[in-house]
C-alpha cells in the first residue's frame, strides 16, 4: 500500500479540495458495512473545498478495530501525512455503532495523535456487547483470530474496562434510549462518568428520541456538526 494505489484501500476526498489539506477526517464503518465510498457525505462537500480532507478506509466488515485494522488505518494516515506534507494537522475521528466503538479504540490504539473524536450510540464494553445479540458472537471471534475464550481480549480493548488509555483529546459521545441493538446504560452511561472522572474534555448528548444511530433531534446533529466545525475548520 502506498500513495499510488491507496485508493483501493480507503475512499479520498481529494478531488474535491479547493485548498492545500489543512485538517483530516477519518470515517470509521458500522458492522457489516462492505461499501466502497465514492464521494463524501452531501454535508461534507465545502469542508472538503475548504481544505478537509475525508477518508474512508475500507476496513473488514467484521474488523471491531482489531490489532491488524488499527495497523491499516495507521499506514493510510502515514501516507497522507507524508503525501501533503502534513504536521500536526487537525485529525477528527468518527463512527457509529461498530464505527464508533472503532473511532473510540483507535484512540487507545493509534500512534497518531487525534485532536477529536465523535462516536454515535458505541459500543463501549465489547465483553457485555459479545451476549448482547445473537449475530454478534461470531463477528467478534472473527475479528480476534481465535474461536477460543476472548474475554481478556475483549477486556484490553474495551473503552469501559480501560479507559485510561484514551487519549486525552476532545469527545463527543451520542447516545439514544431507544436503542435497541447497543444498550445505552451498559456503554454509554458508563464509559462518559469514567473519563469525566478521569479529567477528560467529554460532552455527551443523550437523545430521548433516538433509536441506534438515527434519526436524532436536529439540535443534537447541530451540537455535532458546531464540534465538527470547531475541530477541522
Known amino acids: 500500500m502506498n500513495a499510488s494505489n491507496l485508493n483501493s484501500f480507503a475512499y ?36 472538503a473545498h475548504d481544505g478537509v480532507l475525508f477518508i474512508y478506509p475500507f476496513v473488514n466488515p467484521w474488523c471491531w478495530m482489531n490489532a491488524e485494522t488499527v495497523t491499516f488505518v495507521d499506514r493510510i494516515l502515514d501516507i497522507l501525512i507524508e503525501k501533503h506534507s502534513l504536521k500536526n494537522c487537525p ?9 464508533g466503538y472503532s473511532a473510540l479504540v483507535y484512540s487507545m490504539f493509534s500512534k497518531h495523535k487525534l485532536t477529536a473524536v465523535i462516536a454515535n450510540c458505541p459500543v463501549t464494553d465489547p465483553l457485555f456487547h459479545l451476549t448482547e445479540r445473537p449475530d454478534l458472537p461470531r ?28 487519549q486525552k483529546c476532545r469527545y463527543l459521545i451520542v ?59
Open 12 to 47: 479520498l476526498s481529494e478531488d474535491y479540495l479547493g485548498s492545500p489539506v489543512k485538517a483530516l477526517c477519518l470515517t470509521l464503518p458500522g458492522l457489516g458495512n462492505m461499501e466502497m465510498r465514492q464521494a463524501p457525505d452531501f454535508t461534507d462537500f465545502k469542508r
Open 91 to 99: 485529525i477528527l475521528v468518527r463512527g457509529g455503532s461498530m464505527g
Open 139 to 166: 463477528t467478534m471471534h472473527s475479528a480476534m483470530g481465535t474461536y477460543d475464550d476472548i474475554t481478556e481480549l475483549l477486556k484490553e480493548r474495551s473503552p469501559n474496562h480501560h479507559p485510561e488509555k484514551l
Open 175 to 233: 447516545h439514544g434510549f431507544k436503542d435497541k441493538a447497543v444498550n445505552k446504560e451498559a456503554h454509554s452511561d458508563i464509559l462518559v462518568p469514567a473519563m469525566k472522572k478521569l479529567g477528560y474534555d467529554v460532552t455527551y448528548l443523550e437523545d430521548e428520541t433516538m433509536a441506534h444511530c438515527n434519526p436524532m433531534k436536529y439540535e443534537v446533529f447541530e451540537v455535532i456538526e458546531n464540534f465538527t466545525l470547531k475541530t477541522l475548520m
